[in-house]
């Protein structure tokens, strides 16, 4: 690489990374949502879905534009801005930032669909949103010219805010009626399903992740997107989106989007701890003054950074590759996606250890610590941040055997 071209890179990651100053307003906007999201928590949870006003102040902050396309006013700017906000808004609303994770991250994928799938989209209006399930439960019938699709599937968060949706199914083949490999991710309008409202859980109360269900309607080809062609990182919308941040591994930029919330709701949860020891009575002496609560606050504040700092050098990392032009190496995409699955499973511990360090008063159901504690339990229901397979999948790597895993 020239010296010329070195300075091009840095250039383009002043303009696009953390340092830059849009993405420094971005991350001061979300700090200053902190008092509405906070005074709105509680309408967000009755009524099982963030309020309008808080998606209307993250189109205004441009949250939405993040990782948009350019040619449809959006920022394409690298994803570690994108999560570096929604770490922000999760520390006040977990459930917010949970929405903004996985409606705004659909800007970026329909990026890498064909071009036209944008157009029926955005064309009169780009800043509509889309929710999505990805599970494989469709029922596909390949027709001319694109697919008949039909099912119901659950968990399409923040559903109510948007006019189209991606769903999850497996195209079939007379050699396989369900080979993975053959998945697509189909979009559709509102017009073609019907929205269950059945959100009722212990946690992530307000992310609204109702039912989608569709019966018998027509998805033309342009308008689905296969999981190989993500996998690979050679998809139809490169065609026209040129820029390295959608030569992207598909599921090292989503799976983010459902570990980000959860990071940012275990610093919530810290903040309330650190609120709790100021007051609280520990035997004789004040909570804050116990060396054991100051050694778990430590801890968690440590491991917190630890794993912010991970996903940034993971994807500094990635995106040094993709602006390169280079692959991305299989076996650190393998280590990759374990490094996003098991935040769930190490932010649960350590709001556990606060939980307990907190007493009694922990368990009201007015405790703070408890309202973040239920939300981190939540989103360990999200397979993406079921660590176990991601686990053995390295370990397997590490071993020397092949990767067994697309969805990295």
């Not at 020239?2 to 091009?8: D, F, Y």
């Not at 929710?131 to 659950?154: C, I, M, N, Q, T």
Request: hydrophobic residues 45%; aromatic residues 10%.
């Amino acid at each position: 690489m020239t010296i010329h071209q070195t300075k091009k890179t840095g250039d383009m990651m002043d303009q696009y990374g953390l340092d830059s100053p849009r993405a420094k307003e971005l991350i001061a906007a979300a700090r200053a949502m902190a008092p509405a999201l906070r005074m709105r928590k509680a309408q967000c949870k009755a009524a099982s879905r963030v309020p309008d006003e808080t998606v209307a102040e993250f189109h205004a902050a441009g949250f939405f534009k993040i990782l948009q396309p350019e040619q449809w006013g959006g920022y394409a700017m690298d994803p570690q801005v994108f999560y570096a906000v929604g770490v922000e808004v999760a520390r006040h609303c977990p459930s917010s930032a949970w929405i903004l994770g996985v409606i705004a991250v659909h800007n970026w994928q329909l990026a890498v669909f064909d071009d036209r799938a944008a157009q029926d989209v955005w064309a009169d209006d780009p800043t509509v949103l889309i929710s999505s399930s990805y599970a494989p439960v469709g029922k596909v019938k390949v027709v001319d010219g694109g697919f008949r699709l039909s099912g119901r599937w659950s968990f399409s968060s923040g559903s109510q805010h948007c006019q189209w949706v991606f769903l999850g199914a497996v195209v079939p083949t007379p050699q396989a009626p369900f080979d993975m490999t053959n998945y697509r991710t189909f979009l559709l309008p509102i017009s073609d399903y019907t929205i269950v409202e059945n959100w009722d859980v212990v946690g992530l109360q307000g992310t609204g992740s109702h039912d989608i269900v569709v019966d018998d309607v027509f998805v033309p080809e342009h308008r689905t997107h296969k999981s190989m062609d993500g996998f690979l990182c050679n998809n139809p919308g490169n065609a026209v989106n040129t820029a390295p941040l959608y030569r992207m591994p598909f599921m090292q930029v989503f799976v983010r989007a459902v570990c980000t919330a959860t990071l940012g709701a275990c610093e919530g949860a810290l903040e309330a701890f650190v609120e709790v020891a100021k007051t609280r009575q520990a035997g004789p002496v004040k909570m804050k003054n116990d060396p054991w609560a100051r050694q778990l606050a430590a801890e968690v504040k440590t491991s917190l950074e630890e794993m912010k700092l991970t996903m940034i050098r993971n994807f500094d990392a990635m995106m040094a590759c993709c602006r390169a032009g280079e692959p991305i190496p299989i076996e650190d995409r393998v280590r990759y996606r374990y490094d996003s699955a098991v935040v769930a499973d190490r932010c649960l511990a350590l709001s556990s250890r606060m939980l307990k360090a907190a007493g009694s008063g922990g368990i009201r159901l007015d405790s703070e610590l408890l309202a973040y504690h239920l939300d981190i339990l939540a989103s360990q229901a999200h397979v993406a941040n079921h660590s176990t397979p991601f686990a053995v999948n390295m370990g397997g790597v590490l071993f020397g055997e092949e990767n067994t895993d697309f969805a990295i």
